[in-house]
């Protein structure tokens, strides 16, 4: 059987004929010789297996070190937007405060206020406090004991006096409805009532010696914070124009409306 002289088992056989690329005394063998070379290319192209693995895969398409620069590009334009990172520290406090918005106690139910020749009016809660007069600063008596100014005057002043000047319009100090509005109230002559859902109490706000004729709201009418009632007067027992304000909760005993405005109006 003789040897084929073609082909693989020829060319093994065959005495070694050193390559043209080889150097002499670096291989005497053909096919040891192109061993490293062969190694040389599979780790090169290893190595660019590992490259082409390892960046983004529009780098696989890059030719060229031009289009390897377009490529690369926006790597350095995200390097020169890094100082945005402080508006995501600001949107950090933002989202910071929403989650506070949301963290807030259930409106308290509303307060059923009996009206006289009315019925039950439902009372919503509100926050809403201003002034019952204009100039507020100005006041004669506050509220607690004092000396009568006048015979039958009552010596422990069960509101507070506010001297805005006679006519200023007086205004309810919150939503509410008008639960009295008379030009008989006694010593408290012409007279409104108004009862508020405070926080969840129920506050009544009175205001007194107002002019005749100048009631501006009616028993059962729902008012809002600043809407007014009538005008400053210096009806019933009152020894000159100002408002008698008075100030009670559900089991009637008065307090210092002064105070109690001074901390809640802003
Ligand atoms: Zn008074």
Known sequence: MT?????????????????????????????ASLRPAFSIIAMSFAAAMMVATSVPALAVTATDSEARASVYAPVEDTIDYAPQTVEVGSDGV?????????????????????????????????????????????RSDGFGPRSAPCSGCSSSHDGVDFNPGNGTP?????DGVVVLATENGGGLGVNVEVQHNIGGELI??????????????????????????????????STGPHLHLEMFGADGVRFDGFAWLSARVG
């Open 3 to 31: 040897p084929p002289k073609h082909g693989r088992r020829a060319a093994n056989t065959s005495p070694a004929r050193p390559t043209p690329e080889l150097r002499p005394g670096t291989a005497r063998n053909g096919t």
């Open 94 to 138: 933002m989202s910071q405060l929403a989650a506070e918005q949301y963290d807030v106690e259930a409106a308290p139910p509303p307060i059923t206020s009996q009206v006289a020749s009315v019925g039950n009016v439902q009372l919503i809660d509100t926050n809403a406090i201003v002034w019952p007069v204009q100039n507020p600063t100005k």
């Open 204 to 237: 009544t706000s009175s205001y007194a010696h107002m002019q005749y004729g100048s009631i501006a709201v009616s028993v059962g009418q729902q008012v809002t914070a600043g809407q007014q009632l009538g005008l400053v007067g210096t009806t019933g027992q």
């Open 170 to 174: 007086v205004v309810s100090i919150a």
